[in-house]
């Protein structure tokens, strides 16, 4: 569905990003990691067509039924494109959002502006579905509300509503869920999976947790110094990283390997002793009451026991 390839980004004469590569199929959730300024937001940003004016690209990306390149390709080509074939959930959803209009209203101009339903009544009607879609109680009520009178879980929530408002084919998704607690995280983790999962969108999600790559994505690429150093299975980056910069970020993080009855196997990512995990590990983050014995949850977001928000099967798709 997306392919990149040799793209390159500079500011002047400093390279950003330098010579990135990879591909997302339809369906499928990678992920991109990496430390803060590694080139993360600027790849995803060609990726949306969004780069400012003030950075140069080069190489190309392609969306799978445009001709065009998207990198150098004209707004008018973008425009058409974002919010209907690409779509984006940003980090902080109070600068995505417009402070003076009704959530609902904005959601329905999502469907409204790229003309894929006929009228405001409709359009409104699909965004109170939309609403509910992300798990959005009380929509009729909730939908009258402007974004500062949400929490920062139901801001995101609309975001994401209106992210996947005329079925992307591409999900973008960079840092969504850094602000939010635990809890809530977990809960949008899952909706984005769903939302992604149910139109078969090619899902490219930033994220500097690895437990909450190893949730949501099938494969993932590592980024450091504009450049991708490694990329393959999460299961198998996660477990045995081959760039000594992945295993610096495995040594930093609080991620640790638990069986179904909560015994630990290994931390940060390390392979056990025995070489391999038993059937129904899972990854998750540490946790931060480590005086307590946690109760596994069955993967896939099942209630953390308390400050997990992630799990995920090891070497499988959950
Ligand atoms: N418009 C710009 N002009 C000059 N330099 C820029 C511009 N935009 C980004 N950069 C630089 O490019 C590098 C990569 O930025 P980017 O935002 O992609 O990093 P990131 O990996 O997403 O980091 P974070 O995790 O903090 O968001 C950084 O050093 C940043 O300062």
Redesign the pocket.
Known sequence: MLKVDGLN?A?GE?P??SDVSFTVAGGERVGLI????????????AVFGLL?D??SAAGSVRLEGVDENLVGASENLLSSLRGSRLAMVF?EPMTALNPSMRIVDQVAEARLIHRTVGDRAAAHRDALRLLEQVRLRDVAELGRAYPHQLSGGQRQRVLLAIALANDPDVLIC??PTTALDVTVQAQLLDLIVKGAKERTAALLF?T?DLAVVATVCERVLV?YG?RIVESGPVAEVLTAPEHRYTKGLLDASDLETVDEGGRLHAIAGAVPAAGKFPSGCVFRNRCPRADEQCEVSPPWFGEPAHGHACWHPVGGDA
């Open positions: 980004i500011a400093l950003l990003v990496g430390e803060s300024g590694s080139g993360k937001s600027l790849t995803a940003s400012s003030d950075v980090q960079d840092e930033i500097h980024m504009g």
